[in-house]
């Protein structure tokens, strides 16, 4: 069941109640990049993460199968964090790929790059006025970043992309912090991404506790399918989260900071049960 986010149990305050819930568990990690490992940039091309973060994300992976769920390009977001042990899932799901020692592949939806690849180019004609607007070509999907734009003109490029895409039912309209993405209109998601890493993998069993730790509205269909199983941990963006906002997380943390906390806990977990959430 959702509730609110000002309703969410702050996950640094419950270690105890945390510990206890993976204890005796295998573990599997679902990591969105952007607001996550990563505190959000005005321009998609300038996140970078901390050498810090990296090193906790890495020592992770060495312990339990890690694997990053990102709006990026999956090729963007793995040269970004620059860790080759890890399974990649970009373009929210549509394109995933593992490690070399266990070289899975998925993609979904790449019978639609022509249409994704004209609807771009049309965009690119209509929005050419507005300072700001940056389109990012990905695959199978397509954003447009509006952070840079002045308010005044937001109105005018969500019309933009929404008399576009009147002549192209077969795609979708999704919406993110500051971001439209414009996607094959198929049943796949984030939350259907971590479905196909589970099985795959062989995950999928009582014995292996799911954690999904994300920011943004398309994190919200990772939450609701790992509800019953495992823990999702929603982080907060003071400045651009509605506190009413429902959410299918069960805890909160408070920006990129705290995530490094909350993964070095998982890291160290095992070594002592009361190991605090804390600096």
Sequence with gaps: MSRSV??????????????ARIEGKRLAVFLDF??????????????????????????????????????????????????????????HGFDIAGPADRPIRHQEGTAFNAEIEAVEGKLRRALKAVDG????PKTASLSVHYRLVRPAERAT?????????????????????????????????????VLWLLRTLELDGPEVVPVYIGDDITDEDAFA???TRGIGFFVNARDETDPGRATAADYLVEGPAEVGLLLRFLVERPRQRSQALSP
């Design 6 to 19: 000002s309703d969410l149990p702050y996950a640094l305050a419950h270690h105890e109640e945390l510990a």
């Design 34 to 91: 952007d607001g996550t490992l990563s505190p959000v940039a005005e321009r998609p091309d300038a996140a970078v993460i901390s050498e810090s973060m990296r090193d906790i994300v890495s020592a992770l992976s060495e312990r339990c199968p890690v694997a990053i769920v990102s709006g990026r390009d999956r090729t963007d977001v793995h040269q970004r964090i620059g860790l080759d042990t890890l399974f990649y899932a970009g373009s």
């Design 133 to 136: 607007v940056l389109l990012e």
């Design 157 to 193: 490029v969500e019309g933009a992309v929404r008399r576009v895409l009147v002549d192209h039912p077969g795609l979708r309209l999704m919406f993110g912090k500051m971001i439209f993405e414009i996607q094959p209109r198929l049943n796949w998601n984030k939350g259907s991404a």
């Design 225 to 227: 399918v790992i509800k």
